[in-house]
């Protein structure tokens, strides 16, 4: 079952990242760019790499590390979706419409599923920090194209993270939520 599953993350992920990748019917290595300033794409990319490499190395120990830092990522992803941005747009429809229902919804919860439920192999505490490195990682990109980066090639704010100068208290807000996740994931895999 669990193959099965990360065979799906992995299709529905290459699809959804394909049809980003489009402008008026062709790839478009632009579009490509721009979607991946965004962690939504990023976590999903990385989960549905843990997973295919899940799918042709299942007894290997990394590919298995790959996929939890990748649910870790994607768990990030869906809970920033229902706790911040909902709030944030007052409205869930628009972040669950099309390609982003994969990316907010489905694919989150499929990694989930699999990796508490037939992936489980006795995650130790100190591996499930591993889980914060795409957060930490991201914080860092993002806050030098926000902040720091030349006007002409700053990125918009579209996180809204610094909102009012207080990227800090939002950079916090992450990780410790992350941190959460990581030991949520922890504990469910010591049961």
């Known amino acids: 079952m ?3 599953i990360n065979a799906l993350i992995a299709g529905l992920t290459a699809g959804v990242t394909l049809y980003f ?5 062709r ?3 632009k579009r490509l760019r721009r979607a991946l300033r965004y962690f939504t794409v990023q976590s999903n990319l990385l989960c549905a790499v843990g ?6 190395w299942p007894e290997a120990p990394w590919a298995w590390l790959l996929k939890y830092v990748g649910t870790a990522a994607v768990t990030v992803t869906m809970l920033t979706v229902f706790l911040y941005l909902w709030p944030a747009v007052g409205s869930l429809k628009p972040l ?6 994969y990316m907010h919804l489905v694919t989150p919860l499929l990694a989930l599923l699999s990796f508490c439920l ?3 192999r006795g995650l130790g505490l100190g591996t499930a920090l591993l889980g914060l490195l795409p957060v930490l990682l991201y914080a860092g990109l993002y806050g030098y194209q926000i902040l720091l980066q030349r006007p002409e090639r700053r990125w918009e704010d579209f996180y809204g993270f610094n909102r009012g ?3 800090y208290l939002a950079a916090c807000a992450m990780l410790l939520g992350n941190l959460l996740i990581c030991l949520g994931l922890w504990g469910l895999q010591q049961l």
């Open 51 to 56: 997973a295919l490499c899940l799918c042709v």
């Open 96 to 101: 669950m419409e099309g390609a982003d229902l």
């Open 2 to 4: 669990d193959r099965m």
């Open 27 to 29: 790839l478009s290595g």
């Open 21 to 25: 990748c489009r402008e008026e019917g």
């Open 118 to 120: 037939w992936e489980r």
């Open 165 to 167: 100068g207080k990227w």
